[in-house]
């Protein structure tokens, strides 16, 4: 009977009957159509549902049994049982390795006995040493196990990782893109300056000015993006009381619009008014006298260093808003530790260039992308990749889910991650430390030498004792010792990855204000 708001790039968690609004969802983890489908009111919602565009209020009908999270834990537990690229090669050599093995012991007792004359008893001794050492025990589990240590011991800090080939593909990453807003920033914005274009056209009053903003929150209030809920907190006072009744204006027809920003039409006494509120695009969008351009672009000057949103009403631009972030305390220290891996960083932010800039600055990134459509971030991702550089893509919300789905591996990071981020993402960290990020990849590095170490030592032993087995040298007492004793050692071997120190933090995230860097 609860009623949710969901918005763009957030899932249903629970079956539930839309009482307000109108979205379009994919439902394409559950049917596996990939074509959109349009809710309305009384229409149902089916839980893993994604919301694609729009918002809507949904009443609850079903028990909150189910969650991204528990899904995303049943993946682990399923990834577990799979094999990465490694572990399938050993799977292929073990299954012809049995035969041939059998074979040349079939061939040395019957041959041995035929060729040398002698009797047939110390020839069938040698070849059941050799039918003892056909065992591919060792070899089997020299990769699935450190592969499975590493994905437990990652998913004890948070670091939730789907795939075991996600261990091979993350140890050998060499170029790293990173969002900027929620992943390298907090991702918890404040306005800082309000500029009324519209009131410098014609004075109005107080009250007509806080109208205005009164409808651009009431559009704000229906997306999830960090920017929307500081504008809401500042014009309503706090973001709880803009879904109060009364609390805000109806809004009808809302919508994203891809690199640009929101747009909704706004009750505003008998009539709607539209309200379009994004990036320095919106002047594309709307009617801008020169007068206007200048203004905003005088206030985008003095604000370099901060987000700057156009607004525009009913046509005609009437704000600019200004916000600032601030850096994640982990973020200088994780990209240090990330060269230090050998891997190259780029920011790649649909933010403007000023903002972008003051973030590279602070955190000495040299190569960034400002004001990036969510194609043109897949697109960047696509050509890292055909440059022969493993890339990892990481980012938070939904317009990253095409470039995590594009790169070796994608990276979700942050508690609130958008739930198409979280699902487009090989791996999702649970938290917002971005120092987990070097330290998954030095773990994943470490469970790869480890698997190598595995099969170095076990064709090793297997070799020399088949060796010594085929000169009647080893009995057989022997080889069964050799046999599990080489197992014996994989495992021992392997469960180092579980104590492999590479988790001490960077740098604690805690609420330190005079620690924390505006951007």
Excluded at 299 to 310: E, G, I, K, N, Y
Aim: hydrophobic share 50%.
């Amino acid at each position: 009977g609860d009623v949710i708001a969901l918005r763009a790039g957030e899932e249903c968690p629970v079956d539930g009957l839309v009482v307000k609004g109108a979205a379009s969802f994919s439902e394409a983890a559950l049917t596996g159509e990939a074509v959109p489908v349009e809710k309305h009111k009384d229409s149902t919602v089916s839980s893993g549902s994604l919301l694609l565009g729009g918002y809507v209020e949904v009443q609850l009908t079903a028990p909150a049994n189910e969650s991204t999270l528990a899904k995303l834990q049943e993946e682990v537990a399923f990834a577990q049982a799979m094999g990465g690229q490694t572990q399938q090669l050993v799977d292929r050599v073990a299954r012809w390795l049995l035969p041939a093995l059998l074979l040349v012991a079939c061939a040395n007792a019957v041959g041995g006995t035929l060729i040398t004359g002698t009797s047939f008893w110390p020839w069938l001794h040698r070849s059941l040493v050799l039918l003892v050492l056909c065992c591919p025990c060792a070899l089997v589990l020299a990769a699935p196990i450190p592969t499975t240590c590493a994905i437990a011991a990652a998913a004890g800090h948070g670091v939730l990782i789907k795939r075991p080939d996600v261990i091979e593909n993350l140890a050998k990453v060499k170029a790293l893109a990173l969002d900027k807003t929620g992943t390298l920033t907090r991702g918890e914005f404040s306005v800082v300056a309000v500029e009324d274009l519209a009131g410098r056209r014609q004075a109005r009053s107080v009250e007509e000015r806080q109208a205005a903003l009164r409808c651009v929150a009431a559009v704000e209030a229906m997306s999830a993006h960090p920017l929307a809920a500081a504008i809401v907190s500042s014009v309503v006072g706090c973001a709880a009381e803009a879904f109060e009744a009364g609390g805000l204006p109806d809004v009808r027809k809302f919508k994203n619009i891809e690199g640009v920003g929101i747009q909704g039409h706004v009750s505003s006494g008998t009539s709607f008014v539209s309200v379009l509120a994004g990036n320095a695009k919106v002047l594309e969008e709307v009617a801008v006298t020169d007068a206007d351009r200048q203004h905003f672009e005088a206030f985008q000057r003095t604000h370099a260093h901060d987000t700057v949103l156009a607004v525009a009403l009913g046509g005609a631009l009437e704000f600019a808003i200004a916000l600032n972030d601030t850096l994640r305390p982990s973020a200088q220290g994780a990209i240090d530790e990330l060269r230090h891996l050998g891997c190259s960083v780029a920011m790649l932010t649909g933010d403007a260039e000023p903002a972008a800039t003051a973030v590279a600055q602070s955190l000495g990134i040299h190569e960034f992308r400002s004001s990036m459509l969510p194609a043109e971030k897949q697109a960047w991702v696509a050509t890292s990749e055909k440059s022969g550089a493993r890339t990892l893509m990481l980012g938070d919300g939904i317009n990253d889910a095409n470039a995590l789905a594009a790169a070796s591996v994608g990276v979700a990071m942050g508690e609130g991650c958008m739930a198409l981020a979280a699902r487009s993402a090989d791996i999702c960290i649970m938290s917002n430390d971005l120092s987990l990020l070097p330290q998954s990849i030095n773990l994943c590095r470490y469970a790869r030498k480890i698997v190598k170490l595995n099969i170095a030592l076990v064709a090793f032993i297997k070799v020399a004792t088949i060796v010594l087995a085929l000169l009647g040298l080893l009995p057989l007492w022997l080889a069964v010792l050799v046999d599990a004793g080489s197992l014996i050692l994989v495992l021992l071997v392997s469960v180092s990855v579980l104590r492999y120190p590479c988790w001490a933090s960077l740098d604690e995230e805690v609420d330190n204000p005079e620690g924390d860097q505006c951007v």
